[in-house]
């Protein structure tokens, strides 16, 4: 049918006069309140650029931390960084008081870095100055973070978690080192300049006082910015585990085949109620318990006898024209597809499928939920707990298709410090493998023997 | 304490947005599934007083006024306790001045008897400008005003307001510390956010800080017809020939989904575009690329389901709509902080995103018209949306299929193809 070529001219036609003509009256009426700047979304979209167009991209952000030693700093920009990275915003944090500016222009000009955090106590005004007439000259744009905290008993929290480990106080007595951290916290406070709310009114900020009680949030400019105060503002501190588990072994995994909607398998089930045990054992305070919408994590989590919340985004990667196939059969049916996935299996997509990149998107809601609770345990599915792991373990996109996530394992993750403690938990009920490596060979015209070396075994 | 209900409390002047805030929070929760409701105090104040008199009835040393005035929020809070309790309602927009920490103390008492959560949305604002605009937006067209002619009315409003400016208690930092509230100050160039209690908390201040008033417009349209609609098939990502043409523009952004009929249509603008993959169309799962006909003879069952619920069926392997508003939230959040925005999109998405502009329930979603070759141009005004439908005059298939009278999974054939549109 050639019709539509005319047709899609015409459509065209009408709707650039149709456009054009109401952007004019729009323009020409109303003031727009953020100037030029562009919006990217980040995660499994793409911005196009043409080159008539101008060049006015997405500034640059610098995230600058302001507050007194101990306010939780370290702690909110490692996590800031991850989570902007994860979601697949070059992001990088620059912990370093001297840390010269002009690596944050290398890092945006040279790296494509689009987020930078200044991660330093910032606390005079002359010392944002700086920062903010550097970032005006460079057109990058300037979001502060700062952290007000005067409750003695978070801060000495603080100082015993992370800042014993520090090699200040190897040798030194905790006591003393106590006294000796907190005097140094006064020789910040004398020439401490919290940011001004009427001075400071022009500035883009968010104040965190008493870690998240309470917040004050000025001049949000773009969606980064928005985006970073959801954030910020729900995550907390309060001691948590998070549990992360595939279902019990399936009737699919047996026979080797990805995606599908089977049940589970007499392993399978034993796995679940092997999970139950373990999970008692466990004592956790209020639970919560996740599955998917497909049965095979449905059945796993009946096992346990407690209320469980299934999520959509939590459903396996989608294969598209791939799913329930072997492995061998994908390489019969569609080699080049094969070798183009382990060229780059983060952002491959399945034919009518789905990328790990996607994934990413559709379970960032899943991840700022997590942030919220206390203790979560998770049964979902091997691609969702690879992206759900890379988030808390700080993998980054060429590593996370291929964390090991085996069936019948249970992964406690606790946060500590600026990290995440990781224990491993085999419930000792066997299970096929499903991982399979990068193989060598990732060229399109490679052998069918080169593609499946590294299948792991099946029926 | 799960799911316990959760009553939404304005605070504010009169003209500082309140009713905006509260209609527009309530739209937005609605769509995302959360059953909630708005009431309107002043409603009750109106029904109770027939006649609207002068801003005499708001002086603070009105006896008689203060009693009606209590009564009438009483009867709404009542109301609310209603939804809540017996209408399975889960969120209740308790829209009223609510200026003393007197009447303010009230509610949360009632709210502790009845086991809600309490959060309280401040509004404050002193640009005069501001909320001259608001006044010329709203308030004139009021059935307080509908006698008074412009000077009148704006002066008698701005009498009004005094009335509450003296006995006006803030939400305060120190004083109300143990509330949960956010006072969202000159319309949103700064926020105060305190004591964030649960995911629904969370998720309205993201929303109530994501949301503007500069005037703007949202141009809604679907792809030029492809292939597959002309050969009366559904999905698919079928291909268009591109054109180009010169045009270049700042300040619209045009958004596509990243299905080749979308891109296609946005390259033949020749303009910056992007591509969102929430805005694909609906995943038809074992129907894809199928005619109805063919639906109808593989899956006569699943085709009978359908026209049972609409908007909650789910093709098998495939989505519902109501899957479908939970991917696009993402889309209307960031429609809200955008200002002059073309979404070129498809029929199933087009029919959420113009659900949630227009406060369409979830009954009447899936069969909003949205033709091909039709644009429609949504502006915001007052408390809802004006909207504009501009033909592009160009023909093209109908792909509308109204529900068919017989939804039962014995009719025949003929029943269920009854409303199926032509084609090839």
Not at chain 1, 150 to 176: C, L, M, T
Not at chain 1, 419 to 437: D, M, P, Q, W, Y
Request: glycine fraction near 4%; hydrophobic fraction near 35%; charge should be negative.
């Amino acid at each position: 049918m050639c019709l539509t070529i005319c047709k899609l001219l015409c459509v065209s036609v009408y709707l650039i006069l149709f456009v054009s003509w109401t952007v004019f009256c729009v323009r020409t009426c109303c003031q727009t309140q953020t100037g030029i700047s562009q919006v990217t979304h980040y995660a499994g979209v793409q911005t196009f650029e043409l080159p008539s167009v101008p060049q006015f991209c997405n500034s640059p952000t610098m995230i600058v931390m302001v507050g007194l030693p101990a306010r939780g700093k370290t702690y909110i920009s490692k996590k800031l960084t991850r989570y902007l990275n994860w979601i697949g915003v070059p992001t990088k944090s620059e912990a370093c008081a001297a840390a010269a500016l002009k690596d944050v222009t290398a890092y945006f000009t040279k790296e494509q870095g689009q987020v930078a955090v200044f991660d330093a106590t910032n606390t005079t005004r002359e010392r944002r100055a700086i920062i903010i007439s550097f970032a005006k000259e460079k057109g990058y744009k300037v979001f502060f973070v700062e952290s007000i905290c005067d409750d003695p008993e978070i801060i000495a929290e603080n100082i015993r978690q992370v800042k014993f480990g520090s090699p200040d106080y190897v040798d030194r007595d905790i006591d003393e080192a106590m006294e000796d951290f907190i005097q140094r916290i006064d020789c910040y406070r004398a020439s401490y300049m919290p940011i001004d709310d009427e001075r400071d009114r022009k500035l883009s900020y968010i104040k965190i006082f008493d870690v998240g009680n309470r917040y004050l949030v000025n001049q949000v400019q773009d969606h980064i910015q928005s985006r970073i105060v959801y954030y910020l503002m729900n995550i907390h501190v309060t001691p948590r585990s998070i549990y992360l588990s595939r279902h019990g072994e399936s009737e699919l995994n047996l026979l080797g085949r990805i995606g599908g909607d089977s049940g589970l398998s007499p392993r399978g089930q034993k796995y679940a109620n092997a999970l139950a045990t373990f999970i008692k054992g466990q004592n956790i305070r209020d639970l919560k318990v996740w599955t998917s919408h497909m049965k095979r994590t449905i059945q796993t989590a009946e096992a346990l006898g407690v209320q469980y919340e299934q999520w959509k985004a939590l459903n396996e990667i989608d294969a598209g024209v791939c799913e329930e196939m072997t492995y061998e059969e994908i390489q019969e049916n569609y080699p080049e597809e094969f070798a183009l996935r382990d060229q780059d299996k983060y952002r491959y997509r399945y034919p009518k499928g789905e990328s790990y990149e996607d994934l990413v998107h559709r379970l960032e809601p899943v991840i700022m939920e997590l942030e919220r609770q206390e203790n979560v345990l998770v049964i979902c599915h091997q691609a969702i707990m690879r992206c759900l792991l890379a988030y808390f373990l700080d993998k980054p996109a060429d590593e996370l298709p291929y964390l090991r996530c085996p069936l019948h394992t249970v992964l406690k993750l606790t946060p500590i410090a600026y990290g995440c403690k990781v224990e491993s938990f085999f419930l000792n009920i066997e299970a096929v493998n499903t991982h399979r490596e990068r193989p060598v060979n990732v060229d399109i015209n490679r052998n069918p023997e080169e593609a499946l070396q590294t299948v792991p075994d099946h029926i | 304490m799960t799911n316990c209900p959760t009553l939404i409390v304005t605070v504010g002047l009169p003209a500082r947005g309140k009713t905006y805030i509260s209609k527009k929070l309530t739209r937005y929760l609605n769509w995302i599934g959360v059953p909630t409701r708005e009431f309107n105090v002043g409603q009750y104040r109106r029904e109770f007083v027939k006649i609207y008199k002068s801003f005499e009835f708001f002086r603070p040393d009105n006896e008689e006024g203060l009693k009606i005035r209590r009564q009438c929020a009483s009867a709404a809070l009542n109301d609310v306790r209603q939804y809540l309790t017996e209408e399975q309602g889960q969120v209740a927009v308790f829209d009223a001045t609510n200026t003393t920490r007197e009447r303010r103390e009230t509610i949360i008492q009632f709210a502790e008897q009845n086991g809600f959560k309490v959060f309280f949305v401040e509004s404050v604002c002193e640009d005069p400008d501001v909320i001259q605009e608001n006044i010329v937006q709203v308030k004139l067209g009021s059935p307080d005003y509908t006698n008074c002619n412009t000077e009148e009315a704006v002066e008698d409003f701005m009498k009004r307001i005094k009335c509450y400016e003296n006995s006006y208690e803030t939400l305060d930092e120190v004083l109300d510390r143990d509330l949960s509230y956010i006072k969202i100050m000159d319309v949103g160039q700064r926020y105060l956010v305190n004591r964030v209690l649960d995911h629904i908390q969370s998720r309205i201040v993201y929303y109530l800080m994501n949301i503007h008033i500069t005037p703007r417009s949202i141009y809604l349209c679907r792809h030029g017809e492809s292939e597959l609609n002309v050969k009366g098939r559904i999905g698919g990502d079928s291909g268009l020939t591109p054109r180009g043409k010169e045009f270049a523009k700042n300040d619209l952004k045009v958004w596509t989904s990243q299905m080749k009929r979308t891109i296609q249509t946005a390259e033949a603008l020749d303009v910056p575009y992007e591509q969102w993959k929430v805005l694909n169309e609906i995943d038809a799962g074992v129907c894809e690329e199928m005619m109805y006909e063919e639906i109808q003879e593989n899956y006569p069952l699943e085709f009978a389901l359908r026209d049972q619920d609409k908007y909650r069926y789910r093709y098998p392997k495939g989505e519902s709509y109501e899957d479908l508003v939970q991917r696009l939230e993402p889309v209307i959040m960031e429609l809200e902080r955008q200002e002059n925005v073309l979404v070129i999109c498809h029929q199933a998405v087009m029919r959420c995103l113009l659900a949630y502009f227009l406060d369409k329930t979830a009954e009447e979603l899936p069969y909003l018209k949205c033709p091909l070759h039709t644009v429609l141009k949504l502006t915001p005004v007052a408390y809802g949306c004006k909207v504009e439908s501009i033909s592009l005059n160009v023909d093209a298939v109908n792909t509308h299929r109204e529900r068919p009278e017989n939804v039962e999974v014995s009719r025949m054939s003929e029943e269920a193809l009854l409303t199926v549109p032509a084609h090839q």
